[in-house]
């Protein structure tokens, strides 16, 4: 059974900052075109990125960022473009994994595995035993998913395991098999690049995410954009099918360590320090 509230079933706690953000990264290429650049330079700087976004969640005390790396539909991308992907893949877990041990970063990934060459699966296993233990943030890296893919074999493993239960099925039931059994639902999801879509993004966990959309490119998307996003956040009214009034009256609690994000830095625990 899952660990964490359904947004559908019941309401869940909430906080002025979010427990789990999670990001599409887009914008990679056109950060390169615009300078004249290859667009796997962009890829390359986007990596950088991701660094500076787990740094960001450290301080801040986010438990959970997900970041959409590569979708079951990139596949479609030029074949040397994918293949310049999955190099990169593979040497930013070679390079990142140890420091994000040293920092207390537990790290997942989630999809289809399957389609990845066995080198990299097998390195994928190993940088998630090495990092299995820590507590601090838990990042995690969609490869080769989609929300369709996620729901269906869902779905197909919940029959398969519990056929007993056909016709008797609950949405805990399903939940428990989904990439993102192991998180609560993201609180935050975050768009850069400028097109407002959540392109077969965990259809399902989503639900009652709010939805935060940039024109500012991943590769620029620094802790001032960050701030940016939280401040928007932090404006919401998550009524999660309630009324205004009922809020009013019953507000949801704050979460210890909770933080304002306006400002530059207002409030973050200055302490944190990331193993370059």
């Known amino acids: 059974m899952v660990s964490f509230k359904s947004s559908t079933r019941t309401i869940p706690d909430t906080g002025r900052v979010p427990r789990h953000v999670a990001i599409i990264m887009d914008g990679n290429g056109r950060w390169a075109k615009k300078r004249f650049l290859p667009r796997f330079a962009g890829h390359t700087r986007g990596v950088e990125t991701v660094r500076d976004a787990v740094r960001y969640c450290l301080e801040r005390g986010i438990e959970y960022l997900t970041l959409f790396a590569f979708s079951s539909e990139n596949w479609r991308r030029p074949t040397e473009e994918v293949t310049l992907l999955m190099q990169l893949f593979a040497r930013a877990l ?12 537990r790290l997942k990934i989630i999809g289809d595995l399957s389609r990845f060459d066995p080198d ?126 009922q809020l009013s009256e019953n507000p949801s609690g704050v979460r210890h360590g909770d933080i304002v994000a306006d400002g530059a830095g207002a409030g973050c625990s200055t302490d944190v320090k990331i193993d370059a």
């Open 94 to 105: 070679n390079q990142e994994v140890s420091k994000l041990g040293r920092n207390g970063v």
């Open 120 to 245: 990299l699966r097998a390195l994928i296993r190993a940088s998630e035993q090495q990092t299995s233990a820590n507590t601090k943030l838990t990042l995690s890296i969609a490869a080769n998913y989609g929300g369709r893919w996620d729901i269906l074999q869902a779905v197909n493993r919940m029959i398969r395991e519990n056929p007993e239960k056909a016709d008797g099925w609950n949405e805990d039931d399903l939940a428990s098999y989904l990439s993102m059994s192991y998180a609560p639902e993201p609180d935050l999801f975050i768009r850069t690049g400028g097109e407002e879509r959540i392109s077969n993004f965990l259809l399902w966990q989503l639900a009652y995410s709010e939805l935060y959309f940039t024109d500012t490119l991943w590769p620029e998307f620094d802790s001032a954009a960050f701030d940016k996003a939280i401040a928007s956040y932090q404006q919401r009214e998550r009524r999660f099918g309630r009324t205004s009034e």
